[in-house]
């Protein structure tokens, strides 16, 4: 072990997992699938020898991208005899030897570097936007997205959130049939008109052969981009899409990690990407998506998962520090959609935006009261 900066190592003593069940306030249907009742994450905290606390976030959609259940066993099985004893401000190497001894999980590594992340800002006594090469925006314009099929309790919601200041709502499509969504989205301009952002996503809802008359239809709503309007693997189709749709075409299931990111921009299947802790595997994975994109032209977009206000913290930072991703983000499910977040304090949102935090590490902690009632300890092993 070495020093560094006067700082003595402090290696990992502890890992702890935890399988959270969060309440959701409604039900929500998207192309891929619907989500109601609850969501099912997972939580991971390292304590140092020195008593340091590193959380970390593991929030799987198994219809997108994994399971609670295998992010336990690849962090409490398969990792943690890399993790135990290690110096956690060795992030590259510790996350390269994850990427060589298990394949794929990228929300469990996720968890593990936002974990390992929070330890070395903390250390440090620096944000961890500051890790990540240091912030340059210290609000994030924030967006909501309207997933109800209840359309009419989607109209309360909005005009609730509008009154709370946020002016960005991304409707997810391709659900109910075409004409429900022309109605949602001339209802939601004839009630709100310009001054509202409105992004759309198919997640994946569209069968290539009707993809371009569909979308051609609701181009007249002015939406700034159009999400993975297609399958995942249909890159062809996205393809003939991005070349004729005027509006900008966001790939999101299509496009995992930095490697993806190349071979989609040689492709020509987007205009943007959505970057996602979850789906690259941590925020410096993401930091690579982006660079890839900046090189082609291409903006990115902060995008998420159904998480706690924990691993929304990773994206944040990881936002705030990455200037490529300039088209907002979508972490407001803590605030705005959980029926209660686990952090101790509230989630900061201000005004339709989200305040970066400046203290050291993630910035917040999770309320280990409310751990242990929404949570079961998954692993009891030191
Ligand atoms: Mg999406």
């Known amino acids: 072990m070495f020093e560094c900066a006067g700082i003595a190592a402090d290696a990992i003593a502890a890992l702890e997992v935890w399988v959270v069940r969060l309440p959701v306030r409604t039900r929500r249907a998207h192309g891929i699938g619907d989500i109601g009742g609850e969501v ?14 590193g959380w970390g976030e593991a929030s799987p959609w198994p219809a ?27 992030v590259s190497a510790i996350m390269a030897n994850a990427d060589a001894m298990l394949v794929g999980q990228p929300e469990a590594k ?34 909501v997205s309207l997933a109800n099929p209840d359309f009419e309790a989607d109209l309360v ?53 009707v993809a371009l008359r569909c979308l051609r239809d609701i181009e007249q709503f002015a939406p700034t981009f159009i999400e993975q309007p297609v399958p995942a693997h249909c890159w062809q189709a996205m393809a003939r899409i991005t070349a004729n749709i005027d509006t900008p075409i966001l790939a999101d299931e299509s496009v995992f990690d930095a490697c993806d990111a190349r071979r989609a921009i040689e492709a020509g299947i987007c205009d943007a990407i959505s970057v996602k ?19 082609a032209g291409l903006p990115c977009y902060g995008g998420d998962m159904f998480e706690t206000g924990l691993a929304h913290l990773a994206g944040v930072h990881l936002v705030a520090a990455t200037p490529n991703v300039r088209l907002g983000c979508e972490y407001y499910q803590a605030s705005f959609y959980l029926q209660e977040d686990l952090l101790a304090e509230p989630f900061p949102v201000d005004n339709g935006e989200i305040v970066v ?20 300890r998954v692993s009891s092993r030191r």
């Not at 066993?73 to 990792?79: F, K, N, P, R, S």
């Open 64 to 90: 997108f991208t994994g399971t609670a259940g295998a992010a336990v066993a690849a962090l409490d099985v398969q990792l943690r005899p890399l993790l135990l004893g290690a110096d956690p401000r060795r």
């Open 357 to 376: 935090p400046t203290t050291p590490g993630l910035g917040m902690a999770v309320d280990e009261d409310k751990l242990a009632r929404m949570g079961q």
């Open 110 to 143: 996720a968890a593990l570097e936002m974990a390992l992340f929070d330890l070395l800002g903390k250390q440090a006594r620096l944000p961890v936007a500051e890790l990540l090469g240091g912030r340059c925006r210290d609000r994030l314009a924030l967006s």
């Open 40 to 53: 099912e994450n997972v939580i991971l905290r390292l304590t140092t020898e020195g008593g340091l606390i």
């Open 157 to 209: 919601y909005a005009q609730d959130l509008v009154d709370r200041g946020v002016g960005i709502f991304k409707v997810k499509t391709g659900v109910a049939g075409h004409a429900f969504d022309m109605h949602r989205l001339e209802t939601l301009r004839m009630r709100f008109g310009a001054s509202i952002d409105l992004r759309i996503d198919y997640n994946q809802g569209l069968q290539p052969e």
């Open 277 to 295: 802790v979850m789906k690259s595997g941590g925020m410096r994975a993401c930091q690579r998506v982006s660079a890839v994109a900046q090189s």
